[in-house]
């Protein structure tokens, strides 16, 4: 995705609340997602690699975890980005594996 900005998506009580990414790799270049809502993942939640580069990440909430990224597996890679404002954190990981930011 480019220059695109995803605004006030609702998953509720599901994953994903600006992009749910459950297959295949995500690149997403100048783009934004903001003011999102989810269980995991209010911004973003992924299952493989996800790649943002001068994108942001902003004013998004998660009920549970990964106010802006929930990683459940797979990599991500953020390249001058922000991510930033979000609650109840900025990025949560499925244990074992660490928060990616």
Request: proline share 3%; charged share 5%.
């Amino acid at each position: 995705m480019s220059t695109v900005t995803i605004s006030n998506g609702d998953a509720a009580l599901g994953v994903g609340g600006g992009i749910a990414n459950l297959g295949g790799s995500l690149t997403i270049t100048a783009g934004a997602v903001r003011g999102s809502h989810a269980s995991y993942g209010g911004g973003i939640y992924t299952d493989t690699a996800l790649t943002m580069t001068a994108s942001s990440v902003t004013g998004n909430t998660a009920s549970v975890n990964g106010g802006v990224i929930y990683r459940n597996a797979g990599s991500i890679t953020l390249l001058a980005s922000i991510v930033a404002g979000n609650a109840p954190n900025n990025c949560a990981a499925t244990a074992p594996l660490t928060a990616p930011c």
